[in-house]
């Protein structure tokens, strides 16, 4: 699990002083494009995490990375993460942010799962669940198309999870017929 005291309190951090600035919603959005940018270049990630790369070389190329497409106080935040030599935690602390975020404005996150698309009906119908169930004011609703799950669905709700996928039933029942109905 990604939520380390360290990380957590980082997040908290980055999260009071974007709220005091009020400049949450693109501080959101700063964080999201540094997560993706890490996550899409192994290079960048692996230079971060590099503990013979000086502290003031890491803080330079991400300057000449960031520097005019997030707020300030984004990039100062990932320079003091830099400077605690704390670098290592770097995507945990990304990742921990957007919880915070979501938990305090009382986002949930939902990913379905399903072998095929479904309408916007259903959608809304999951939408509506998720907010009244879980007390959510907003949901971030994400769809997965898997045919490997056949049919049925797997719904995710945070750290929830719900697998009423045809592949899941048809597991148990190979189980079942492999473990439990052996006659000695």
Request: proline share 1%; net charge positive.
């Amino acid at each position: 699990m990604y939520q380390s005291l360290t990380t957590l309190r980082y997040a908290k951090a980055l999260y009071q002083k974007a709220e005091e600035e009020n400049l949450l919603q693109e501080v959101l959005v700063d964080i999201r494009l540094v997560g993706k940018t890490f996550t899409e270049n192994a290079e960048l990630d692996e230079m971060i995490h590099y503990p013979f790369i000086y502290p003031s070389k890491k803080k330079k190329i991400l300057n000449n990375l960031f520097g005019k497409r997030i707020q300030a106080v984004t990039l100062r935040f990932l320079f003091l993460i830099i400077e605690n030599k704390r670098d290592k935690y770097i995507k945990n602390i990304l990742r921990n942010f957007v919880d915070v975020y979501n938990d305090r404005q009382g986002i949930k996150t939902v990913t379905l799962t399903t072998a095929i698309e479904i309408g916007e009906k259903e959608k809304d119908s999951i939408k509506s669940l998720v907010k009244k169930y879980f007390y959510a004011q907003k949901v971030d609703f994400r769809e997965r198309i898997d045919k490997e799950i056949i049919g049925g669905f797997i719904l995710q709700i945070e750290d929830q999870l719900l697998d009423a996928s045809v592949r899941r039933q048809l597991e148990k029942v190979s189980y079942t017929l492999k473990y439990k109905n052996h006659i000695v």
